[in-house]
């Protein structure tokens, strides 16, 4: 049982939309993670948050604690973007579980 | 500023051979993991280690050991290698655990088992 969910597995999306993938989670977290991964390439931290919302350029991440739910927003979406965007959450016993991955293509 | 490195980037083993995939990170990280990547699968947890000296079981442990004897180094032991072992491995560390260390990842060891 994966314990936490993202969707949608797959996005395809035209240049310029914006772009949002969620993610959930089933029990009490210290923290969460959004990272990026390009074919066939390796692993980047985009975000780590507990609590509210962080921007970094063109994105987005927002948690509510409460729901137990994040969400990543890509504003103005461009190819370059295409990539596996992965959640994973960090647990009071200091696991750090993913999710299975968003794979976004954005078509020029 | 090497970050992660994860050594071999690839092998390719028989059945029943055994190796060790190495991780040493140059940022005095206090955590680290090791996971392992397939298809359709996302990243599952091997083993992990909070400090020097110190492991974890993870969600998939059967078939690896590890070990921390240094702070900068986590190794990932393969006793006796099983063609299910065919994987893409991942190192990660953070400085500490909770909300304050964000993640750095190695760039991968893809491993073969025949």
């Known amino acids: 049982k994966n314990e936490v969910e993202q969707s949608p597995q797959n996005l395809t999306a035209q240049e310029g939309e914006f772009i949002t993938i969620n993610c959930s989670y089933s029990?009490?977290?210290?923290?969460l993670h959004w990272l990026q991964q390009h074919p066939g390439g390796g692993i980047v931290s985009l975000f780590m948050?507990?609590?509210g919302k962080k921007k970094h350029g063109r994105l987005i991440a927002t948690i509510n604690i409460q729901e137990k739910h994040s969400s990543l927003h890509i504003t103005a979406s461009h190819p370059r973007d295409s990539a596996v965007y992965i959640c994973?959450?960090?647990?009071?016993?200091?696991?750090?579980?993913f999710g299975k991955g968003t794979r976004l293509h954005i078509l020029p | 500023n090497a970050g992660v490195t994860q050594t071999p980037k690839f092998r390719v083993l028989k059945t029943g051979q055994s190796m060790t995939l190495l991780c040493a990170q140059d940022m005095n990280h206090e955590y680290m993991y090791w996971y392992r990547q397939d298809p359709g699968m996302g990243l599952r947890l091997i083993h992990y280690s909070v400090g020097e000296g110190t492991t974890a079981k993870g969600e998939v442990p059967d078939g690896y050991n590890v070990s921390r004897l240094k702070k900068q180094n986590f190794l990932l032991g393969l006793e006796s290698a099983a063609p299910s072992q065919t994987s893409v491995y991942f190192c990660a560390s953070r400085r500490q655990g909770g909300n304050t260390g964000e993640l750095f990842f190695g760039e991968g060891s893809r491993l073969t088992v025949l």
């Open positions: 948050l507990s609590s």
């Open positions: 994973a959450v960090s647990y009071r016993d200091d696991k750090i579980i």
């Open positions: 029990v009490g977290i210290s923290a």
